[in-house]
């Protein structure tokens, strides 16, 4: 049997923001949508994106065959979801994490560049205008580690529990 405390701090899990059932909810939409949830390393294309108890690393070298297999479908599937949406969108301006996974497929963030290019599908599914996603996108984006190291980053999971927030939770 739980404890009073243990039932106390339980029954709090889906309460407040980010509590148990939104978090687990907003990683499973990573995946597990309709094409109007943003998709984080190639959460779009692989069946277990977002599933921790998938999560692995392929363990392919960068001049591995296998890695430019992959790649290459990745690219074709980022493709042919986003480009309906984005009509001018071509290979080159496609960002390296839209291709290649994470080393977990757990990340929570994505490029700006990724998201930018999202976006036009989400608005169009969402029935949101473009500038309203991209000033959610501008709210959740971080900035360089420590103010200098590494790139900034779009959180997905606050990305997508914010439209669904603006949207009633419908997706």
């Known amino acids: 049997t739980a404890s009073h405390a243990g039932r106390a701090s339980i029954s709090q899990l889906g309460k407040g923001p980010q509590g148990f059932s939104e978090t687990f909810y907003a990683y499973l939409s990573q995946s597990n949508n309709n094409g109007s949830a943003f998709a984080g390393y190639t959460g779009f294309i692989q069946p277990n994106a977002g599933n921790a108890g998938a ?36 290979k080159a301006g496609v960002p390296v994490d839209a291709v290649n996974t994470s080393g977990s497929d757990l990340d929570p963030e994505i490029s700006e560049a990724n998201a930018r290019i999202q976006a036009h599908r989400v608005a169009t599914l969402r029935h949101l205008s473009l500038a309203r996603v991209n000033g959610l996108i501008a709210n959740n984006t971080s900035g360089r580690g420590l103010g200098f190291s590494g790139e900034p980053g779009v959180n997905v999971l606050e990305l997508n529990l914010a439209l669904d927030r603006l949207n009633g939770g419908q997706g």
Do not use: Q, V
Not at 63 to 89: C, I, M, Q, V
């Open 55 to 90: 999560s692995a690393f392929s363990n392919h070298g960068p001049n591995s065959r296998l890695t430019e297999e992959a790649d290459a479908e990745n690219l074709k599937a980022y493709l042919e979801l986003n480009r309906p949406y984005d009509p001018g969108l071509m």
